[in-house]
């Protein structure tokens, strides 16, 4: 069985730019979450979909924003990138709260 | 409040060791808790969880106690191996709100040494 799905792997940016990061979920999977590492500020939450609906956002301005598909594959888009949002940014799927969550390898962006 | 610290930043033991890594949650309407491993360069992998109806769970070579009267998870790692080098995060969540957001703790970095 695949595991989540996270591409591309790296990406480096020039601030001011924008950027959409993709995943691919376990099949079976409905939920799909977001989340930013950072050595700094640890693992953030930053959003959660669910059937293409957005369930639940995380502290962080509206430059990041998210869409989920009906195959429930999930993108995330960041806009006016800033340095500040170098970071590894994960996806997560799960079948429903009680069965856990299957984190991707992550997305690392780096602004420059 | 939202914050899952974690006592120790880094912990070293030697090969064969028991070790325990430790976490510490604020939010007592926390029901469920994770611990994920974290290698370089990959994503948290599940290691083990626990739901708050339970105060220990048992997996292979693992064990997480949870100690809901202080708020407080622990991770035990027997006979840890140089494989178990990595970074350890607990999280935690509430379950049945309609919604799914997990909390993560700093980390805990345990190298082993052969």
């Known amino acids: 069985k695949a595991g989540v799905t996270q591409t591309p792997r790296y990406l480096i940016k020039t601030r001011g730019q924008q950027v959409t990061l993709s995943c691919s979920p376990i099949?079976?999977?409905?939920?799909v979450s977001w989340y930013q590492q950072t050595p700094g500020q640890g693992l953030q939450f930053l959003f959660e979909?669910?059937?293409?609906?957005?369930?639940n956002k995380g502290n962080f301005p509206g430059r990041f924003s998210g869409r989920q598909f009906s195959n429930s594959r999930s993108e995330m888009n960041v806009s006016t990138l800033e340095l500040g949002d170098s970071a590894l940014y994960l996806c997560?799927?799960?079948?429903?709260?009680?069965?856990?969550?299957?984190f991707g390898s992550g997305t690392r962006l780096t602004v420059v | 409040g939202e914050s899952v610290g974690l006592h120790l930043p880094t912990l070293s033991v030697q090969e064969g060791d028991n070790s325990i890594i430790n976490c510490a949650y604020s939010?007592?309407?926390?029901?469920?808790f994770i611990w994920y491993k974290q290698e370089s360069g990959k994503g948290p992998q599940f290691i083990i969880d626990?739901?708050?109806?339970?105060d220990k769970r048992q997996g292979q070579r693992v064990t997480v106690l949870l100690n809901k009267t202080v708020k407080h998870l622990s991770l035990q790692i027997a006979a840890t191996q140089p494989g178990d080098s990595a970074v350890y995060f607990c999280?935690?969540?509430?379950?049945?709100?309609?919604?799914?957001?997990?909390?993560f703790g700093t980390g805990t970095r345990l190298l082993v040494s052969p």
């Open positions: 997560a799927s799960s079948q429903g709260q009680s069965y856990g969550y299957t």
């Open positions: 099949s079976g999977h409905r939920s």
């Open positions: 979909y669910f059937s293409e609906t957005q369930r």
């Open positions: 939010n007592s309407a926390s029901d469920y």
């Open positions: 626990i739901r708050s109806n339970m």
């Open positions: 999280a935690e969540t509430r379950l049945n709100t309609g919604f799914q957001k997990l909390v």
